[in-house]
């Protein structure tokens, strides 16, 4: 007995330290940040998420991007109005919506559909069906519109020579001397259909909240590098309501889609001045990315899912030759995309680095001079611009600006430097954390140690 007791008063520490471990490692990442902006001023917030912050994505409200979302839509008194990809894994945001239509809320919605009318996110079908008919639409008769075109698309390129064998090329100048790169394969591409691929919610008609991160584990939730902004300005909600109702009232979205008043400067106060673009009606990249590029005169810093648009690429190499710093944090699999122009602009003196975050680098930001940035839902390449369902903001306010600045330089200065030299794999040893987050991040079928890249 005696021996009993002695063999207890020593398991029983060792097994209360042993489920006080396992306890902390369960729940060692579900930790919930606050709502607080990382920069804040009288008509805009800013919640930056950030990829080194957490090793998986999470399947609940985490980020304080997440959380103020979820306050708004709790808060919420006359209307939820919004425009998104879809919603997956994230149900706290669902539920949320659907009490805030329970006590009166007015919540209406548009998202993606493909030719099957179907969303790829996984809860998308059932927030549609608990809101009820005609409360969530999508842009299905659009993408039927577009598969129709497919044919004739086909056609045109079958006309021009490309399915026997002869290559497409771009050209650019750099340093006086013109240059032609290929830049498609043999083949010709399928054609383009345009997504709802916006990102924002319109909250009582004078809140919106929006950015470049989609309402997902990996996206809202905390895995993948993203960007929010939320403007405490009912003439910016309106904006945005102009292009909502578009869509929701008149189901016109892609192409079909009216030139709307956005793109005006709206000052808000004599630190503030705000564009707001919606693709593809109102031409962001001629009427407002350009102009600002154009008007550098220190640096342009670039955070960029995709960068495939061959436009701004010469825009960035003229810039970057009259002296201007340009710099360039690219995601592994947007360099892994054939149509890539990183190489381009590394071939011009740009410095770019591909990511080796777990997640992805899913911005589509610049900032210029500490005067203005930008931030929204469209990647800088061409379908974005010409076909998908996009929103950008150019924001003119020193404060933020700079905060911006600061978190590109957090990010730059964590990649190391054989990233300026490497093309990262999206999946792999390289890529910290890819192996075993649960996720196929280069979207090969295979993910964590299934992946060969992870043998």
């Known amino acids: 007995m005696n021996n009993f007791k002695k063999i207890s008063l020593v398991l029983l520490p060792l097994l209360v330290l042993l489920f006080s471990i396992l306890f902390f490692l369960n729940n060692a990442d579900k930790s919930t940040e606050e709502p607080v902006p990382n920069v804040s001023t009288e008509f805009i917030d800013l919640y930056f998420i950030n990829p080194i912050k957490y090793k998986k994505p999470a399947k609940y409200c985490r980020t304080s991007a997440c959380q103020v979302l979820l306050k708004e839509i709790n808060n919420a008194q006359e209307s939820i109005y919004f425009a998104i990809y879809g919603i997956s894994n994230q149900p706290e945001i669902f539920k949320a919506l659907i009490n805030a239509q329970k006590r009166g809320v007015e919540v209406k919605g548009v998202t993606d559909a493909d030719k099957y009318n179907k969303n790829m996110y996984s809860d998308t079908e059932n927030l549609i069906s608990i809101l009820g008919k005609g409360r969530i639409k999508t842009d299905f008769l659009t993408t039927k519109r577009l598969e129709s075109l497919k044919e004739q698309y086909l056609a045109s390129k079958k006309r021009k020579g490309i399915f026997k064998g002869n290559p497409e090329y771009s050209k650019y100048i750099i340093e006086g001397k013109e240059i032609s790169i290929k830049t498609v394969s043999k083949e010709p591409l399928p054609i383009q259909e345009g997504i709802m691929h916006n990102k924002y919610f319109i909250l009582d008609k004078d809140k919106v909240w929006t950015g470049s991160t989609n309402i997902s584990s990996s996206g809202i939730g905390g895995y993948n590098s993203n960007v929010v902004a939320v403007f405490k300005s009912k003439k910016i909600a309106d904006l945005y309501l102009q292009d909502f109702n578009q869509m929701y009232d008149s189901e016109l979205f892609s192409k079909w889609k009216h030139p709307s008043f956005a793109n005006e400067k709206v000052k808000l106060n004599d630190d503030t001045v705000v564009s707001v673009y919606f693709c593809p009606q ?107 369902n996009e929103n950008i903001n150019i924001i003119w306010n020193k404060k933020e600006a700079k905060a911006f600045k600061g978190h590109f330089v957090y990010l730059w200065e964590k990649l190391p430097k054989k990233c300026l030299y490497e093309d990262i794999k999206p999946e792999g040893f390289e890529s910290i954390g890819s192996c075993d987050d649960g996720i196929d991040n280069d979207h090969d079928g295979y993910f964590d140690k299934k992946d060969y890249d992870c043998q």
């Open 282 to 388: 109102d031409k962001p990249l001629y009427k407002g990315i350009k102009p600002i590029i154009d008007s550098a005169k220190e640096y342009i810093y670039i955070m960029a899912f995709y960068f495939t648009d061959r436009y701004m690429t010469q825009y960035l190499i003229n810039t970057k030759e009259r002296g201007v710093d340009v710099k360039l944090i690219l995601d592994a699999n947007g360099a892994a995309n054939y149509y890539s122009k990183h190489h381009i602009l590394k071939r011009a003196g740009i410095e770019v680095k591909v990511e080796n975050f777990g997640g992805k680098m899913h911005m589509k930001s610049m900032v210029i001079d500490d005067e203005v940035f930008v931030l929204g839902s469209m990647n800088f390449t061409k379908t974005a611009r010409t076909k998908n």
